[in-house]
């Protein structure tokens, strides 16, 4: 059985994957939309969360939380599960899914992920895909961010559901069960677009929003002191990462959040929108400026601190455009 | 950034699949741009790759010069440290530590050494040939 299930690609695996299932429900809303809706763009530094031993810079809200605001704020109930333990009901509960024709989405640790590309497979364990599908041992798998459907056998979709470390799947599945027949699409992006104002601007921390950004540019500047040239272009290099590799559509969701201010302006029948989806384009540009010269500056190793210097300064640009960003775009929704 | 410059640089995607990239088209609206992927990215992808390397070669290494068993070089291939890997063996992290030094190593029965080769997808004979360098 294998569901009349339409794979779209998208940038980020967790939104790639609410959308193509509302999609499948007939709701269509673009992953740019859920992002915006569920308040997907952020900025975190986590010294104290250690990711192959390097502090955590992150341009998003933990894993989950994107898609749990998403449905709450469209009125989307979810059916959520986890199966601490037990891969073999893990399975008999998705095929009982399965068997109502409905598709589900599942969380996977992105190591022993056979499809994939060997150069993405870490041991990542928040990944997103949509099951749509069983024949025999094969199940059928729109991972979002793969150009086209895929499959699975029984034993690697158990694997990839149990995979262990932080933030381990435990097996977890969802899908929607109950979907409004009006939503209130005006509603969901003012409360959306609210809430990352307020963290971008206004979390009493400084570790988050433009603040973080502008603390982590003082701790960057001292990496190659501090660490060494070889440490500190891991860390340098890990932010790369976290800014452009699968599932931020580039430059750290920035530029899915322009898309979403684009549609955001047709919605809302207010052209400021499209004037602030460009500014949020330049933003994006300038992060994606710094991955490139950052990215120079780790090549070689180089401890030279100048390369350090020019990328910490450019992020205090980026913390200042980005505040400037928020404050006017807060004013929309007032 | 413009969809004619959705940079177009082969590398970490490996011919398998391509990234949706978003950007502007002539018209200044958001489109979804297939990218096989951009040299930044290769860049730190390969420099994470090579942490992984360092510590296949550090293994190697004591191993070759009899400081631990055939489990440290599975363990640092599969990029898994102490902590992970006793997570997936379901064992506590001081008994994982024994069996990562040769004496530990030798006294594994039967079902341990295929925990320990069904988790590195190998078997139990591969582990227990394992030689560097060859």
Redesign the interface.
Known sequence: MKLDFEHI???HCENGVISSLLNYHGLKLSE?MIFGIGSGYFFAYMPFVKV?GIPLASFRPVPGMIFAKAAKRLGIEMKKQSFRKQPKRAMDELDKVLDKNLPVGIQAGV?HLS??????R??FNAHNLTVYGKEDDTYFISDP????PTTLTSDELKKVRFS??AL?PNGKMYYPINIPEEIDLKSAIRKGIKQTSDWMLTIPVPLFGVKGIRYLSKRLRNWPNKLGAKRA??YL??M??ML???GT???GFR??Y??FL?EAASVMEDDRYNEL??EM?KI??KW?NF??L???T??G?SADPDGYNTVANLMLEIADDEEKFFTELRKLIK | MEKDKVPQDEGITGGVSREVQYAIDENGKYVKVMSTGWEPKNIVNDLAWEDIQEQVDIANEKIESGKASAIMYFMAKNQMDITLLSNYIELPKWKVKRHLKPKGFSKLNQTQLENYAKIFEISVDELLKYKPNN
């Open positions: 690609p998208a940038g740019a192959n190591f499809y994939f590309p060997p150069a993405y870490f041991h961010v793969m150009e086209y262990k470390g381990s272009a891991a290099a890990q790369v990462r452009e590799e699968i559509g580039g430059a530029f899915i322009a898309a684009q989806s460009k384009t994006g540009d994606r991955s490139s950052a990215a120079q780790c090549k190793r």
